[in-house]
């Protein structure tokens, strides 16, 4: 059973700099799609960007609200994914969540396609 931690959110300024990590353990790392979505108060969880299985050649998709600021990576050797995000605003304000899907390699961006999820870690951008 796989489990993931997510770390590094907190409160920055507007325009400012965060990364987030997602700590794997227990599952097929390597192989899986790992995405980044986020729920803000109110709202409905939303997909923030995915990177695929070595086996897509590790591809990557964004949310077009986030193109161009946020950027996911992932290193297999640590089991350990992230997202840095820059030049943040009030609407990236969210609790966001990692998720790992044993079932695809692609660039999926459903959270059905997802198997696993982290607790959420906090973000909020101030104005």
């Known amino acids: 059973q796989m489990q993931l931690v997510e770390s590094g959110g907190g409160l920055v300024q507007v325009g400012g700099s965060l990364r987030l990590s997602c700590a794997s353990s227990g599952g097929t790392f390597g ?7 986020r729920q803000a108060p ?14 897509s050649g590790h591809t990557t998709s964004y949310a077009d609200s986030v193109k161009g600021r946020f ?26 969540y990692c998720a790992a899907s044993e ?5 999926v961006k459903l959270d059905w396609q997802y198997d696993y999820w982290g607790q959420g870690t906090q973000v909020t951008v101030s104005s």
């Open 31 to 37: 192989s899986d799609a790992l995405g980044w979505f």
């Open 42 to 55: 109110g709202g409905r969880r939303e997909f923030v960007a995915v990177i695929g299985g070595r086996w």
């Open 71 to 96: 950027t996911i990576s992932r290193d297999n050797a640590k089991e350990t994914a992230y997202l840095q995000m820059k030049n943040l605003k009030p609407e990236d304000t969210a609790t966001y």
């Open 103 to 107: 079932r695809y390699e692609g660039a």
